[in-house]
């Protein structure tokens, strides 16, 4: 159980353009996800709290206007990165939680801006 | 989330047991142990938690201390596949899952 699917696995996109991540609770309803990004080397750093049928909640010195967050249903969340640079090119990780069970991690998207 | 502290990195043997140590000598009452680890390119992976007493599952166990100012994650069998970077975080859980990853420990399982 508590299976977090996350798609697409990898993308590459030229500079400009728009993606979105796609975050998916498979068995259970998550109440709340969270959205990560690790760049190379370094640890997860959090970046958004997302919670459903609310606005998210965005960590200091992550702009809301460029990592759009959209929490429609208790399965799913999406993660758009706006006008993205290669600046933005990272691992995406998201995770959720439902019903006080443990955090559970998606597999990551990795994103290349060209 | 409280401060913790592990060894950047631990080396340990195909098959035998691999005792990763973890300080966390802010810990507040309400907060829990959670251990995970992620293997290069994927996503963290849940692995075990616990409040005061150990824990046992399928994966690993965890012995806390009395004070619970420190903890071990221990795989008792270790394979080639354990190999990854394993992280111990303070979290009270709950409506506040907002976990805080540190450098963790890089376990490497040697043939």
């Known amino acids: 159980g508590a299976v977090v699917s996350q798609h697409p696995s990898w993308v590459i996109c030229k500079s400009g353009t728009s993606v979105k991540i796609e975050c998916r609770s498979l068995?259970?309803?998550?109440?709340?996800m969270f959205w990560y990004r690790q760049f190379p080397k370094q640890s997860l750093m959090l970046m958004a709290t997302?919670?459903?049928?609310?606005?998210?909640?965005?960590e200091q010195g992550v702009e809301k206007d460029k990592f759009l967050i959209n929490h429609a249903s208790l399965t799913l969340s999406t993660l758009t990165v706006t006008s993205a640079h290669p600046e933005d090119s990272s691992f995406y990780i998201c995770?959720?939680?439902?019903?006080?069970?443990?955090?559970?991690f998606g597999n990551g998207t990795r994103l290349t801006v060209t | 989330d409280a401060k913790t502290t592990q060894p950047p990195s631990m080396d340990c043997a195909e098959g035998r047991a691999a005792n990763l140590p973890c300080n966390h000598s802010?810990?507040?009452?309400?907060?829990?142990v959670y251990w995970y680890r992620q293997i290069h390119s994927q996503g963290p992976q849940y692995i075990i938690h616990?409040?005061?007493n150990n824990e046992t599952n399928e994966m690993a166990s965890l012995i806390i201390t009395e004070d619970r100012k420190s903890s071990t994650l221990i795989l008792p069998h270790a394979t080639l596949r354990d190999t990854a970077v394993y992280y111990c975080?303070?979290?009270?859980?709950?409506?506040?899952?907002?976990?805080?990853f540190g450098k963790g420990t890089l376990l490497t399982v040697n043939p």
């Open positions: 995770s959720a939680t439902g019903n006080n069970s443990p955090l559970h």
């Open positions: 068995d259970f309803q998550a109440t709340t």
């Open positions: 997302s919670n459903e049928g609310s606005k998210a909640t965005y």
């Open positions: 802010t810990i507040s009452g309400n907060e829990y």
């Open positions: 616990g409040l005061k």
């Open positions: 975080i303070a979290n009270s859980g709950g409506s506040n899952y907002k976990l805080t």
